[in-house]
């Protein structure tokens, strides 16, 4: 189906993570619909490479901010008002029907039956639920509706400083018209459900379709260990387990898909200019500080001797033991 489309939006090379994530959990689905991702000029030109391999379109548009900061404190996320860049996606009348999906959602199964839906469809918010939450949503582009989305957000502004509450406002009818508008929760299962009704989700959740790392605590910003395929827990992580098991399933779909993408990037014949090579030299190093696994700690290593997990081809090898013992007996 060429004129229907998955469409996310990316503003900078670390939301283009994210955007990866998805778009490969897409593809590992089998999508009959094609990708396309907004971006904005800040992207780099490596990551522009990287999303060209996984997407279909790439599409630069500019950055929209509501500048609010004041609805913005409220919302404690000073940063959303950027989300408004997402109105362009009503421009992208190539399609005759889109589902936008935020950079920071990941795919479960196949979900193209979601196009049998309507504009504007999407599932309620957690927060709110006479809302509906603008991570996910099924909508028909044109110029006009754009236009008109525009001129809302200049009049009334958006009562949370983002993206949604300025949708919320222009589709006001949402809430009380057509059921049908209403998406099952299981398109757009926020991760903080999951553990504020976890008896639902005990009993639903493992219809889940997608799940959306909503808040400030993004998958990128936990740290993964791809020996144990887990993710470090430290003071300033908390969760359930089944959010963590999201979250591993993110960090595998990065680790098998999108670093071997990044990795490959300087052998890139297009990389001509010297400007463009110290730029993807930046953002590997970068990158690979930032994923680098942590050196184990002396507490995470006793606990794996005593589960019996030793590496007896690496560090616990005897000849090192042996060497560590000959230090106390010297
Ligand atoms: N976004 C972006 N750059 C930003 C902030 C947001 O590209 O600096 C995009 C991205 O697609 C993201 C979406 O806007 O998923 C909505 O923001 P976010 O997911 O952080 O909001 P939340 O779902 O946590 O309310
Ligand atoms: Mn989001």
């Known amino acids: 189906v060429a004129d229907q489309a998955f469409v996310t939006l990316g503003t900078d090379d670390v939301y283009c993570q994210g955007a990866l994530v998805l778009g490969q959990s897409l593809r590992n689905h089998m999508t009959s619909r094609k990708l396309a991702i907004l971006i904005t000029p800040q992207v780099s030109s490596v990551m522009r490479a990287v999303l060209c391999s996984v997407f279909d379109e790439v599409i630069e548009v500019d950055a929209i901010d509501s500048a609010d900061s004041m609805h913005l404190a409220l919302l404690e996320r000073p940063e959303l008002g950027v989300t408004f860049t997402k109105l362009h996606c009503w421009t992208l ?54 236009n008109r989305l525009l001129q809302f957000a200049t009049e009334h502004g958006s009562f949370d ?61 936990y740290k993964y260990n791809p020996q144990t395929r887990t993710i470090m827990q430290d003071g300033s992580t908390s969760g359930s387990q089944h959010q963590f098991s999201y979250l591993v399933l993110w960090w595998k779909i990065y680790y098998a898909s999108i670093l071997p993408l990044l990795e490959k990037l300087p052998e890139m014949e297009d990389m001509e200019s010297q400007g463009q090579k110290d ?52």
């Open 93 to 146: 009348t190539q399609y005759s029907k889109c589902v936008f999906m935020d950079a920071d959602t990941l795919v479960l199964c196949n979900i193209d039956e979601l196009f049998e839906r309507e504009e504007l469809s999407a599932a309620p918010d957690s927060g709110w639920p006479d809302c509906f939450n603008s991570g996910v949503f099924v909508f028909r582009p044109s110029v006009e509706t754009y």
């Open 161 to 221: 400083g983002g993206d949604q509450g300025l949708l919320n406002s222009f589709f006001s009818n949402w809430a009380t018209t057509d059921i049908g508008k209403h998406l099952p929760f299981i398109y757009n299962l926020s991760s903080s459900a999951i553990y504020t009704y976890v008896p639902a989700f005990k009993h639903f959740g493992r219809d889940a379709k997608v799940v959306h790392f909503l808040g400030s605590a993004k998958p990128w910003h």
């Open 279 to 330: 730029e993807t030299t930046h953002l590997i190093s970068e990158l690979s500080t930032q994923l680098k696994p942590e050196e184990p700690n002396a507490e995470d290593e006793r606990k794996k001797w005593e589960e019996g997990r030793m590496d007896y081809m690496g560090k616990d090898a005897f000849e090192h033991i042996k060497k560590k013992l000959d230090t106390f007996l010297k």
